[in-house]
């Protein structure tokens, strides 16, 4: 089924079947060739101030310069990034990138046991943390081969006087940095001082050299280090680029990134591949601030932005974003979750842009499908294999299903990761002996090569012995009015051994649960309709906003 590749028919004018893989040896050939092109344009803005390409390649070399020369570390050594969007984010990556080491991007709402897991499993030499999260730093520290911690204020970078205001508010108003010890840890503009007085030798970074640790599947256990490197990156960015290209003015979009850049998603769609285009970054540090986001949206005349479901949801249900400009908006890119019907029909609705939906995993750097680009709606699907990329549905022994029929969906390209950090047998578990990844999403493929998500193999809920997929419920009853979000979860039944649970928040606090249970009968067949219907204020969710289903079901 993976050789006629119906989907190529599909593809929108302009994007190859095929990307060069071997354009750029690594991630910081793509850097030098953005800085060379666009040396004075604007690359990353955040909190009212802008780094030109030209600062961000002065600024990671001396980050680069310091590892190497006053840290001594060794090519592959690891470095850890514990923040959220801010400008220290770009220059520390891809300062450590310069110096040909690897980064291991840290979650810094990480609590000290998950924080303790990744830093003593990647065996990272030195942490970069925002104040605001140095005391979990202070607790694992000993449990882990840490050996330098850098720390900075968010408003380090900010300048005068408003880098002291920030930080000041941030400590005494707010109180949102906790007191901490660190012996030996150096500021970050110390290191960078100190950095500038090596000069930086060029560092031979062959593309298979890993770039990133990109941990995941902390939902299935403990988690797991993914190795991506610099070829499976540079081929993501390649892929993504060519196949959003096509209307892209160079040197002049500004995305907006909310979601956090130490996130795959972030990472390789807005920051490598606006960085090809010589884009602005425009960071937003904290996108659960709603109000502050719409506000900040106002001010910037913003081109294309990223999104989970969650985001978009929020955004639209929030007041004063209908007065955002959206003249120049062209791209909107959902990933991370399913994009669920009501929200990009709103979305098209208020933008006049498509909300178009993406499926990647951290395994595959991340982009696998895409919907094309000029896709008149919403249509369900999370897209076709991008270019170099295959993509087809095996059932549990290994074998292909036919067009149309449920299986697990399966991933081969230049953008699959070499393995997990330091577990081969884990490896093996979801890549095969031919190169295919399994997702360990239940899909089907229709005839013309659309790809759907139905669900993950293990969301699934089974009610006397039918599958339920959550997706499906979630989408029925998203569409009720009075419903703000919802996630459906199967629970232990007597009779049936599964039933259907949906936790929503609600819109309209005078929805009632008799109302839900009537859309759903109107909308589901018997199994599929929710046997309890529990109201919360709040769902659990990921940092990245991804609904965790898992806690509902515990």
């Known amino acids: 089924m993976s050789n006629d590749r119906p989907w190529l028919a599909q593809y929108p004018a302009g994007v190859p079947s095929q990307i060069d893989v071997d354009e750029y040896p690594s991630i910081v050939s793509v850097l030098d060739n953005a800085i060379a092109n666009y040396r004075d344009r604007p690359a990353f803005s955040n909190l009212g101030r802008t780094l030109t390409y030209g600062e961000i390649d002065e600024l990671s070399a001396r980050f680069a310069a310091y590892l190497l020369g006053e840290l001594k570390l060794k090519k592959g050594d690891r470095v850890a990034i514990m923040m959220p969007n801010c400008l220290q984010y770009p ?25 303790r897991h990744q830093l003593a499993d990647s065996g990272a030499s030195a942490i970069l943390v925002l104040d605001n999260f140095g005391s979990v730093v202070q607790e694992v520290l000993a449990d882990t081969q840490v050996k330098q911690v850098i720390t900075t204020g968010l408003g380090d970078m900010l300048g005068f006087p408003k880098g002291a205001i920030v930080n000041f508010v941030l400590k005494h108003v707010k109180k949102m940095v906790p007191d901490y010890r660190i012996a030996g840890a150096i500021r970050f503009k110390d290191a960078l001082d100190l950095g500038g007085k090596h000069t930086l ?30 070829r499976n990156l540079v081929a993501n960015m390649q892929q993504a680029a060519a196949w959003i290209g096509t209307n892209v003015r160079m040197g002049e979009e500004v995305i907006i990134t909310a979601l956090p850049l130490y996130h795959i998603f972030a990472l390789t769609a807005n920051g490598l591949v606006f960085m090809k285009f010589g884009g602005l970054n425009h960071m937003i540090t904290n996108p659960r601030d709603m109000p502050g986001f719409v506000k900040e949206l106002k001010k910037v005349p913003f081109t294309a932005i990223t999104g989970v479901n969650t985001l978009f949801n929020g955004l639209l249900n929030t007041p004063g ?31 006049g842009t498509t909300l178009v939906e993406a499926y990647g995993l951290t395994e595959t750097s991340p982009a696998a499908c895409i919907n ?11 897209g076709l294999p991008i270019p170099s990329t295959d993509a087809c549905i095996k059932d549990e022994d290994g074998n292909l299903v036919p067009t149309g029929e449920v299986g697990e969906l399966c991933i081969k390209g230049p953008q699959v990761m070499k393995g997990y950090w330091n577990r081969p047998e884990e490896t093996a578990q979801v890549m095969d002996s031919e190169g295919w990844l399994h997702t360990g999403d239940m899909a089907r493929m229709d005839e013309k090569g659309f790809f759907y998500i139905v669900d993950r193999k293990k969301d699934m809920i089974l009610v006397s012995g039918f599958n339920v997929y959550p997706n499906e419920v979630e ?19 007597d009779k049936s051994g599964e039933a259907v649970k949906v936790v ?28 309890v219907v529990e109201f919360r204020t709040e769902l659990p969710k990921t940092n990245v906003g991804k609904i965790l289903r898992r806690e509902l079901r515990d």
């Open 321 to 351: 974003f209908e007065e955002v400009d959206f003249s120049r908006l062209h791209l909107t890119l959902g990933g991370g979750m399913a994009v669920q019907r009501s929200v990009a029909d709103r979305w098209k609705k208020l933008t």
């Open 91 to 115: 220059i520390a990556t891809f300062g450590i990138l310069r110096a040909g080491l690897t980064v291991v991007n840290t979650n810094p709402m990480y609590t000290a046991r998950e924080l």
């Open 201 to 230: 030798q060029p560092i031979d970074i062959q593309s298979g050299d890993i770039a990133f640790l990109q941990y995941t599947g902390g939902t299935t256990g403990v988690s797991k280090g993914a190795m991506l490197t610099h």
């Open 475 to 493: 989408d029925v009853i998203a569409m009720m009015p009075g419903v703000l979000e919802v996630a459906a979860v199967g629970v232990a039944d």
């Open 504 to 531: 929503i928040v609600k819109k309209d606090p005078s929805l009632t649960e008799e109302q839900v249970k009537t859309h759903a009968r109107a909308n589901l067949t018997g199994y599929k309709q929710p046997r």
């Open 372 to 382: 094309p680009m000029d896709l008149a709606d919403y249509n369900g699907a999370i």
